[in-house]
């Protein structure tokens, strides 16, 4: 059974700091390509982030660039994402999700492509 959990989300003024990480448990971690998507209230699920299998490979939304940075550590089967200079804007649940990219270096930043999703977790930026 795959597993993804969330976690690092919380309560961070503007202009503030939060590294979100996401553990994942049942699957070849080493062979996924990850991804951070997240969902305000009131709009659809949207891309932040996304890192190839090998970590040579990495996209952002143009909403986010210069500020997130998305990682990964393969030892530990774990996903992060880097959030500098909030924005309110920011505010939303945060989810990570994997998809299986064995042999290739492939990212993407749509959102059926990706198999495997945690439950979220919530970011508010507070003005």
């Known amino acids: 059974q795959v597993q993804l959990v969330e976690s690092g989300g919380g309560l961070v003024q503007a202009g503030g700091s939060l590294r979100l990480s996401c553990a994942v448990s049942?699957?070849?971690?080493?062979?996924?390509?990850m991804c951070w998507f997240r969902q305000a209230p009131g709009k659809e699920r949207e891309f932040v982030a996304a890192?190839?299998?090998?970590?040579?490979?990495?996209i952002y939304a143009d909403s986010v660039k210069g500020r997130f940075t998305i990682s990964r550590d393969n030892a530990k089967n774990t996903v992060y994402l880097q959030m500098n200079g909030l924005k309110p804007e920011d505010t939303a649940v945060y989810y990570c999700?994997?998809?299986?990219?064995?042999?290739?270096?492939?990212?993407?930043?749509?959102?059926?492509?990706?198999?495997?999703w945690g439950q979220g977790t919530q970011v508010t930026v507070s003005s």
């Open positions: 999700a994997a998809r299986d990219s064995s042999g290739t270096f492939y990212v993407t930043s749509v959102e059926y492509e990706y198999s495997d």
């Open positions: 049942g699957r070849r971690f080493s062979s996924c390509t």
């Open positions: 890192i190839s299998r090998n970590s040579l490979r990495t």
